[in-house]
């Protein structure tokens, strides 16, 4: 039973949901009962390869949200416009794609959005269909945000990258394609950009939105969250009951938060989907893709002007239980401001070439940007040529 409920849910998984499925639609697909295989590196680990499938498919009961108060099977199969989906950033796991499926391609059918999630095929999507092609049950996975595809088919379809986070997708554009959201919540939804989510907008009505964070290379990190509010699993299980609408218990007194559920199905499985992320390594750099003679340079004004605060080899100072005054750093405190440590932590560095824009909020568009904006805010004093070489130590990361 839940203690506590958070109706912004109903337009934010409305939209999703449309999205989703929507992007199915874009390819034609023969049926196929079974889902698309693990990697069997990842099997090694019982608890790891537990975690992965977490991870992708594990819904956590969000169908309830989703299917049975938002009943969001019917609309799908109505009407849905592969090509909004397209535009919102969805992905396509083509290792669930028949060979051949993309020659029969029909962008506007509804029932090749069907076939599509039959087939397990819309990274972070889950349905299933009876024998009719009929949708009975639709829910959300944590791979929604936080996978993305290599785009070795097509841009927006290839093979899963689990833990990067999916720039592409705008969680405003879609929850703004809900019918039940107002024209003044639409144009809030509709600000936010590609790879931007605020977390907390269902809980106290305030817009200041995040950009999506990699869920790679935190093996060593003590504070998954831009202001730290605690470790990998708190964030799993906020997310997966007050913004997913699982079906689990979360806790917050701070936050005024109660939600309690029966059975819960989000708390035993917190441990295995922990250690499928702290399996997840930061992606090297590509080759090629930064001046090498220049990041050995960088390296050493990294050293004198960033360590700091990006400390030891996790390169944040957070680990030690720091965190800084928003105007410490030059960053907007409107977000801080509504959490309860009214601070941010010193943000870990890893996988920097693949995630831009940059800062919690985005602001740093680029990684000179981020040189140029602590140069200027920490009067660093570096010349042209370091602010250049530290940024090609970055690149390195």
């Known amino acids: ?48 390869a537990t975690g992965q499938r977490i991870f992708r498919y594990d819904t956590f009961g969000d169908e309830q949200l989703w299917t049975d108060q938002l009943r969001m099977h019917e609309v799908v199969e109505a009407s849905v416009d592969p090509i909004t989906a397209l535009a919102v950033g969805l992905k396509v796991d083509a290792d669930a794609l028949p060979p051949g499926i993309l020659d029969t391609a029909d962008l506007t059918s509804p029932a090749t959005t069907v076939a599509l999630l039959k087939l397990n095929a819309v990274v972070g999507v889950q349905a299933s269909v009876d024998a009719g092609d009929h949708i009975t049950r639709l829910g959300i996975t944590c791979a929604l945000c936080h996978s993305t595809v290599d785009d070795s088919v097509m841009p927006g379809i290839g093979r899963r990258l689990d833990g990067w986070p999916n720039g592409d997708l705008n969680p405003g554009a879609i929850i703004a394609l809900s019918p039940a959201v107002p024209d003044a919540a639409k144009a809030v ?18 817009s200041t939105p995040l950009v999506l964070p ?18 990998i699993s708190y964030w799993n299980a906020y997310v997966a009951v007050t913004q997913m609408g699982g079906q689990g218990n979360f806790s917050d007194p701070n936050l005024g938060i109660e939600i309690v559920h029966e059975p819960d199905l989000v708390t035993p499985k917190l441990p295995a989907l922990r250690a499928y992320q702290h399996s997840l390594k930061t992606p090297p750099p590509p080759s090629g893709s930064y001046d090498r003679a220049a990041a050995n340079r960088g390296s050493v004004v990294f050293e004198r002007s960033c360590e700091r605060c990006h400390v030891d080899g996790n390169r944040t100072d957070n680990n030690f239980g720091v965190l800084h005054d928003p105007a410490e750093t030059g960053m907007d405190a409107a977000y801080a401001e509504r959490t309860v440590n009214k601070a941010y932590r010193t943000t870990p560095l890893r996988g920097l070439w693949q995630h831009p824009p940059y800062f919690h909020d985005g602001s740093a568009a680029s990684l000179p940007d981020v040189v140029a904006h602590y140069d200027r ?6 010349s042209p040529r370091q602010q250049q070489d530290l940024v090609e130590y970055l690149k390195s990361l």
């Open 214 to 231: 990699p869920a790679y290379g935190l093996a060593h990190i003590a504070n998954e969250t831009f202001t730290a509010e605690g470790p």
């Open 189 to 206: 939804y509709n600000s936010w950009g590609p790879g931007k989510y605020d977390p907390r907008f269902n809980i106290d009505g305030k």
């Open 1 to 48: 039973m839940a203690a506590h409920t958070h109706p912004v849910f109903r337009p934010l998984a409305t939209a999703l949901l449309i999205a989703c499925a929507t992007f199915g639609a874009t390819w034609g697909i023969a049926q196929s009962p079974l889902p698309a295989g693990e990697p069997a590196a990842k099997k090694t680990d019982p608890l790891v």
């Open 377 to 382: 805010v920490l009067a660093l004093g570096l």
